[in-house]
Antibody, heavy 120, light 108 residues
Framework: QLQLQESGPGLVKPSETLSLTCTVSGGSIRSSRSYWDWIRQPPGKGLEWIGSIYYSGSTYYNPSLKSRVAISVDTSKNQFSLNVHSMAAADTAMYYC????????????WGQGTMVTVSS | SYVLTQPPSVSVAPGQTARIPCGGNNIGTKSVHWYQQKPGQAPVLVVYDNDDRPSGIPERFSGSNSGDTATLNIARVEAGDEADYYCQVWDNSRDHYVFGIGTKVTVL
């Protein structure tokens, strides 16, 4: 059964870069039928899609975040990662990684999420 | 940017049917997906492509989509269905995924 697990720092200072990793288990990140996504949720608020990557390395991002975000993949470790530059208080959120099927735009499998707080 | 409109809350008595609307311009031409999120947990996909259910999701959950409104229906509501429900689509005008603000379902 496919599982995703986020990891990374729980606290980031303003203006610093956030780096998170999502480890995929129970399946290969090289699946030709899967995209790998990051989604976040500020406390008490709704969901915001951040971006997506295919195992080949092709990416696309939310236009509102594109200038500060980078997603990469390491197929040898079955992981994909998120970098968010110039973090601010508004970036405080639960960050989720998710698997999206190539056949549909739905996010079928989610990690448990990791809370990131931006504070000095 | 494409906007999805959901009511903040819906209340329903146990055993009744909860209907959660998701409004959007010509949303009937898009594939709509629905997620359930209980407090402190990650979202779970309950309906995808308007009216399909992932394996393990009870048949009580169903969806429809026409015109400017998509709807998630929860039949025979149980206390365990209390959660936030989000609709989601692909916005092809800006090439990104969009979520509704979420609807909190309360079982009376």
């Amino acid at each position: 059964q496919l599982q995703l697990q986020e990891s990374g720092p729980g606290l980031v200072k303003p203006s610093e870069t956030l780096s998170l990793t999502c480890t995929v288990s129970g399946g290969s990140i090289r699946s030709s039928r899967s995209y790998w996504d990051w989604i976040r949720q500020p406390p008490g608020k709704g969901l915001e899609w951040i971006g997506s990557i295919y195992y080949s390395g092709s990416t696309y991002y939310n236009p509102s975040l594109k200038s500060r975000v980078a997603i990469s993949v390491d197929t040898s470790k079955n992981q994909f990662s998120l970098n968010v530059h110039s973090m601010a208080a508004a970036d405080t959120a639960m960050y989720y990684c998710a698997r999206r099927s190539m056949d549909t735009a739905a996010f079928h499998i989610w990690g448990q999420g990791t809370m990131v707080t931006v504070s000095s | 940017s494409y906007v999805l409109t959901q009511p903040p809350s819906v209340s329903v008595a146990p055993g009744q049917t909860a209907r959660i609307p998701c409004g959007g311009n010509n949303i009937g031409t898009k594939s709509v997906h629905w997620y359930q999120q209980k407090p402190g947990q990650a979202p779970v996909l309950v309906v995808y492509d308007n009216d399909d259910r992932p394996s393990g999701i009870p048949e009580r959950f169903s969806g429809s989509n026409s015109g400017d409104t998509a709807t998630l229906n929860i039949a025979r509501v149980e206390a365990g269905d209390e959660a936030d429900y989000y609709c989601q689509v692909w916005d092809n005008s800006r090439d990104h995924y969009v979520f509704g603000i979420g609807t909190k379902v309360t079982v009376l």
